[in-house]
């Protein structure tokens, strides 16, 4: 709705929760912020799917320059006065204006339905090639955002990624006029994929006039410097053209690593336990998260290492003379300082400050720096008042930057005639000396190369797309559409000064000849293996000797990975009413759809051989995925308008999908596929409605899943098959040709208040439940996950392990399977309430929140329940909060001026689901899942904008805005992290931001 002098309003709805759901408590925390809601932003009550001016009876008709308020409870492509039983949440583009963001992804995933998995704070989890370094990908439910299906205006969008995910970066936020989130499944009606729901980005086409923003921001630490610049223009040609051309450009240089930071730099690690002697009762638990904590067995500079049963039944190893030397920068050796609990990785206490210093496992960028463009184009004509014809273009370019870990090993094999060798007057402190004394002729080094340096990685995405469309008014209530859309993705990932495994290694291994250093390769008997190239790398202390230069060249190389995604689509549509019933028109959709998906990709010589390290190698892709499928939705009124039921309808649709899956490196295959979906409304009277789904959904793997690459990195392990010691683990990840589609079933059940009249009538609420059910679920476990499910018993874990005859971890195989079941349960809240403070002075405050009571994972082992971990660790799939409110108020003082609160409370959790700590009934030092502590703190996030239009004959349509986020300075919780420490999937990693900037509608 629209106060007396136009401005535009919020909308939102707070859904009330139906029934008792067992352990489910609000904390004080949630009471204070729901007392303070805040607004939401304008939204306006039209189909998620369908035509822009189809709308809700009960909402107010939306100008283009103004939204609507009310409740929307579509999600159909039939036109229809019924209010629809699948529930969508609306964001307007007056959100993004309120809290001074510059792009939807950000509005959306600050939402409690969605998960911010993919965004610049998230690049660190996943540095790989073929990575979307910087994207904004829509993740609902934490059910992974290959789940998530994002429209543009109801139709298809060319992916981004080989995942086939829609970056959001490629939509120009400020053409936008809002967005509808189908929080349910919806294969039925929109196809593969809206598995978790579906987030329609609708575009606002009819805009006339001109409309430009910037905006610049910064740090309280003074970094993630961004700006913004955005401008559209429309025009009316006559009486049957219209044009609409728009753009943004964004960067922002995002912040650099762990150190720059002290929640991260002083953040807390996982150390785990050493092995147990037989017969030896623990006395600390199997993991312990310490403050203090670092590598120690990959210092920059090395330190020479024990063999692995220095450490079993003891918290120090036991040190031979050899072990425990360490090296200045220099190269001159000295005693290394232990800590009180060390492993064959990590340590607590002694040298080496916090996690940050001296340490190769967090030098990655906490928000990576990016750079994005995207423009849109559409030009609608009416050539008839029946036939109406529409192209669209879109252009986009979207960059980031990262940074991989630099090459690092705890056991380097040193032979005694190495050359490099540093000798001491000390005696206990001369390696040849202690080698002669001890009768060893080598010893092993731990070193993290940061004199080589991390690998680079810039990402470079560049996207087309050109859509036509016409629509057709048959005749009475009977409609026709059809478009086809091409879209080309060309993605490109460049990796430079990229470790080549097998060159160190031989860089490493150096001897001497005629006088000189030179690699043992080229001083053997063997001329077979010689390498003329290899320079001897010198590993004590840092970046040693004449020949350094020459001897990084050789072990380092360049790498890249390009990835080529064509689509063409082509659908229509057909709807209309069959007939009337006594209750309303009997209204029906039918439509079929073809889409090709094809993926290309190509690396570079060094890569397809395998010999980079970690995650650094790309690899050759091909593959096709052609569908096709038809669909019919039918929607049934039974009662309207009588003395016991204001409503009572039905909504149902079916689907019949076929897919062709082919590539050039593996055989054809086809699948099949029906989802269906069947609904209903209930309003006994006005105030009150009541709504049900009940559906099933598919989603079959993408390109990327059946045919991609298959690589070798590394990860942590904490081993506990092997006594729980913690090792660095070979790990392959990558496709799997034969997978199978995932099956969802899907029951939403809510309801809906809309008091009539008085001061009731200002209040909008609605609480909606959600249980999805997924079989088939194409995941990966987790290194973690395996070893974890083979040591309860799981042959399926067991099969994908290596070990040698010593039980030591060779290789873990974690390609994507058919695997899980994964179930979401949970429910959604809005609420939405105007007050009038006299004149032109308004209060709109709104309540968002997502309780969730299931996200399960179940294998053979068993069910782990993820719901309330706020925790993230290496290795594993992340959780979600239990509980998540987002809340907002917007102050209007007459016409001049507003003021916007916003908070985003996050509940108190866990840290990893099958820790037990210290008061849980299952936790005992011999338990291998025993931890010292494992609950995770909540935190609350506040920002605040003021807004001041600067209305005169010169600055008509001037807004000025200064905002603050995360005001109060609020870190991420210090627990340990997968991308060094905390999780920034869920919490603020930046600090307080600051904002400037300024509109103008003319």
């Known amino acids: 709705m629209q106060d007396s002098a136009g401005t535009r309003r919020s909308a939102g709805r707070v859904q009330v929760m139906m029934g008792s759901i067992k352990g489910v408590h609000v904390s004080t925390w949630a009471l204070a912020i729901a007392s303070c809601a805040m607004s939401f932003g304008p939204a306006s009550a039209q189909d998620a799917g369908g035509d822009a001016s189809t709308q809700s009876p009960d909402a107010t008709p939306a100008s283009a320059d103004s939204d609507t308020a009310g409740i929307v409870v579509t999600g159909s492509r039939i036109q229809s006065s019924f209010d629809r039983p699948t529930p969508v949440t609306i964001l307007g583009a007056q959100r993004l204006e309120d809290r001074g963001l510059t792009n939807v992804g950000d509005a959306l995933n600050e939402l409690p339905a969605f998960r911010a998995t993919q965004t610049p704070a998230t690049s660190g989890l996943n540095a790989a090639p073929g990575q979307a370094i910087g994207g904004r990908i829509l993740d609902l439910r934490g059910l992974g955002a290959v789940r998530t299906l994002t429209l543009v205006d109801g139709k298809r969008f060319v992916p981004a990624t080989t995942q086939a995910t829609v970056d959001t970066n490629m939509v120009p936020s400020i053409m936008l006029s809002r967005a509808e989130v189908v929080t349910g499944g919806a294969s039925a009606v ?133 072990d425990g030397i360490a090296f200045n920068a220099d190269g001159t050796p000295r005693r290394f300082q232990f800590g009180y609990l060390v492993n064959a990785i990590w340590m607590a206490g002694g040298e080496g400050g916090g996690p940050a210093e001296n340490n190769p496992y967090f030098d990655f960028p ?79 080094l731990g070193k993290g190369f940061n004199d080589i340096g991390p690998a680079q990685i810039a990402v470079k995405d560049n996207l087309f797309r050109v859509v036509t469309s016409a629509k057709y008014d048959i005749g009475g209530s009977w409609t ?92 229509g549509n057909v709807a209309g009413s069959l007939f009337d019933l006594p209750a309303g028109p009997l209204g029906v959709a ?269 294998d053979s082992v068993g069910p782990t329940n993820r719901a309330g971990q706020t925790g993230l660790r290496g290795g594993t799939p992340p959780g979600i909060p239990d509980w998540t409110v987002d809340a907002s108020a917007r102050l209007d003082l007459g016409e001049s001026f507003s003021f916007t609160t916003h908070a985003r409370w996050i509940n108190k959790g866990f840290f990893y689901p099958t820790f037990v700590e210290p008061g849980d009934p299952e936790f005992s030092f011999s338990n291998p899942n025993s931890v010292n502590t494992n609950s995770v703190p909540s935190r609350i996030f506040v920002d605040m904008l003021a807004t001041v239009r600067l209305e ?18 609020q870190d991420p919780p210090r627990f340990p992290g997968a991308n060094g420490s905390g999780n920034n999937v869920l919490f603020n990693p930046v600090g307080r931001m600051f904002k400037l900037g300024a509109r103008m509608n003319f």
């Open 190 to 322: 929109y196809g593969s994929d809206a598995v978790a729901g579906v987030v329609n980005l609708l575009i606002d086409k009819k805009f006339t006039g001109y409309k430009v923003n910037g905006e610049v921001g910064f740090s309280n630490e003074g970094d993630n410097f961004t700006r913004q610049f955005g401008a559209v223009g429309g025009w009316k040609f006559g009486d049957n053209l219209h044009l609409v051309v728009g753009g943004e450009w964004e960067k922002s240089d995002g912040v650099d690593a762990c150190r720059e930071r002290d929640w991260c730099a002083n953040g807390l690690i996982i150390v785990g336990r050493n092995a147990l002697a037989p017969g030896q009762t623990p006395t600390i638990p199997a993991s312990n998260i310490l403050p203090n904590a670092n590598t120690w067995s990959a210092r920059f500079n090395g330190v020479t290492t024990p063999p692995s049963s220095a450490y079993v039944g003891r918290d120090v190893p036991l040190l031979r003379p050899i």
């Open 366 to 444: 906490i928000v990576s720096p990016t750079e994005r463009y995207s423009t849109m184009g559409y030009l609608t004509w009416e050539a008839t008042p029946s036939l109406t014809l529409e192209v669209g273009v879109n252009v986009g370019q979207s960059q980031g930057h990262h940074r991989s870990a630099a090459y690092r090993s705890n056991a380097i094999t040193i032979k005694s005639d190495n050359p490099f060798i540093p000798r001491s007057s000390d005696p206990t402190l001369d390696i040849p000396t202690i080698l002669a004394n001890s009768g060893l002729t080598s010893f092993t």
């Open 480 to 571: 026709a559409d059809l478009y086809y859309q091409y879209g080309h993705n060309k993605f490109r990932s460049d990796l430079t000064n990229n470790t080549i495994t097998s060159n160190i290694q031989r860089a490493l291994d150096a001897t001497t000849l005629n006088g000189q250093p030179i690699c043992r390769v080229n001083a053997d008997a063997n001329p077979a293996n010689d390498d003329p190239a290899c320079v001897p790398l010198n590993p004590f202390g840092f970046a040693n000797g004449a020949t350094f230069q020459a001897a990084k060249d050789y072990v380092t190389g360049e790498g890249f990975q390009t990835n080529v995604t064509t689509e063409h689509v082509v659908a």
């Open 590 to 858: 039918v439509g079929a759809e073809y889409r090709n998906d094809n993926v290309k990709g190509d690396t570079d010589p060094l890569s397809k051989a395998g010999r980079f390290f970690n995650t650094g190698n790309g690899s050759v892709i091909s593959g096709q995925i052609a569908v096709s499928e038809v669909y019919g939705e039918v929607e049934i009124p039974l009662l309207r308008d009588l003395s016991f039921t204001r409503e009572l309808s039905l909504n149902g649709a079916a689907r019949r999908t076929h897919y062709k899956r082919s590539s050039d490196f593996h055989p054809t295959s086809t699948v099949n596929a029906t989802t269906w979906k069947i609904g209903g409304v209930w309003a006994p009277i006005e105030a009150i409605r009541f709504r049900v789904t009940r559906s099933r959904d598919i989603r079959a793997p993408n390109v990327s899943e059946l045919f991609g690459p298959q690589t070798t990195g590394t990860g942590i392990l904490t081993d506990t098959g092997n006594g729980g010691i913690q090792v660095i683990v070979p790990i392959t990840t990558g496709s799997n040709p034969n997978l199978k589609p995932e099956k969802a079933d899907t029951f939403t059940a809510g309801v809906v208040l809309q008091p009539q009249g008085g001061f009731l009538g200002r209040f909008r609420a609605s609480a909606d439940w959600y249980d999805i059910k997924i079989d088939n679920a194409i995941s990966t476990l987790g290194q973690q996950n395996i070893v974890n499910r083979c040591v309860a018993g799981d042959i399926l874990s067991c099969s994908l392990i290596t070990r040698d005859a010593n039980k030591n971890v060779l290789n873990i195989q974690d390609t994507i399977q058919n695997v899980n079941k994964l179930i979401a349960r949970g429910i959604d809240f809005e609420l939405d309430y105007n007050q009038p403070l006299g004149g032109d002075n308004r209060l709109s405050l709104v309540v968002l929140a997502n309780y969730v009571n299931d996200l399960i994972t179940i």
């Open 952 to 969: 005169s004959a010169l600055t008509k349509g001037l807004e000025v805005y200064f905002g603050v986020d995360n005001v109060l300075n």
